[in-house]
């Protein structure tokens, strides 16, 4: 069950990039390299994040299956007993009790794929959090090592592993940023209209 927050956690990396520069246009410096995807799994802000994610969300998503499975035990009973009573070669005409186990089914996929979608939101929330944390980090290393462009693995076809900062990326993150949150600020109440009107004027 907890390989739904390590994927949440880890997916749509590829396009993440630490700078804007194209990499083809780089000729005075060399090209660094992170590889996103161990960032994540590695640094101490990626596995707090999905051990957050877990803990807060893992019983959840086993009470919403366990409500799936047994819905789904309900409409295959429900479809055995159509199918008893009707008679050979007839059409099955669905029952009251079949159609409420099929929509039983339905709405407790629902509920399932809710929990997933929050996660999945909840994840990205975590994975900016520690793209955001890690941008200066990979700029320090770049001055360092003088260095055109610091850009994600993944998003090019080839690179030298000697221009790999990934372990020395991760080392520094941990330095600073061990703990993602996983709860989103709230956007701003919006003021309610006032209510109030002048006072008429007599004549």
Do not use: C, W
């Not at 994600?152 to 600073?176: F, H, M």
């Amino acid at each position: 069950m907890t390989k739904i927050f390590k994927s949440a956690l880890f997916a749509a990396t590829a396009a993440v990039s630490f700078a804007a520069m194209p990499v083809l246009a780089a000729e005075s410096g060399a090209v660094l390299t992170v590889d996103v995807d161990q960032m994540f799994q590695n640094s101490a802000a990626g596995k707090s994040g999905s051990q957050q994610l877990s803990a807060k969300y893992n019983p959840v998503l086993q009470q919403r299956q366990s409500e799936l499975n047994t819905a789904i035990t309900a409409y295959n009973a429900a479809v055995t007993a159509l199918k008893a009573a009707t008679k050979p070669g007839a059409q099955p005409q669905p029952t009251p009790a079949f159609l409420q186990a099929r929509d039983r089914v339905q709405a407790a996929q629902d509920a399932v794929q809710e929990v997933e979608q929050g996660v999945n939101q909840l994840a990205g929330y975590v994975r900016s959090q520690i793209i955001d944390h890690a941008r200066p980090v990979a700029e320090q290393i770049r001055a360092e090592r003088k260095a055109t462009a610091v850009v994600a693995k993944d998003s090019t076809l080839a690179s030298d592993p000697a221009n790999d900062i990934t372990s020395t990326l991760v080392q520094r993150l941990d330095a600073s940023f061990t703990t993602p949150s996983i709860t989103p600020p709230q956007p701003a109440a919006t003021p309610a209209p006032s209510t109030s009107s002048k006072p008429t004027q007599g004549r």
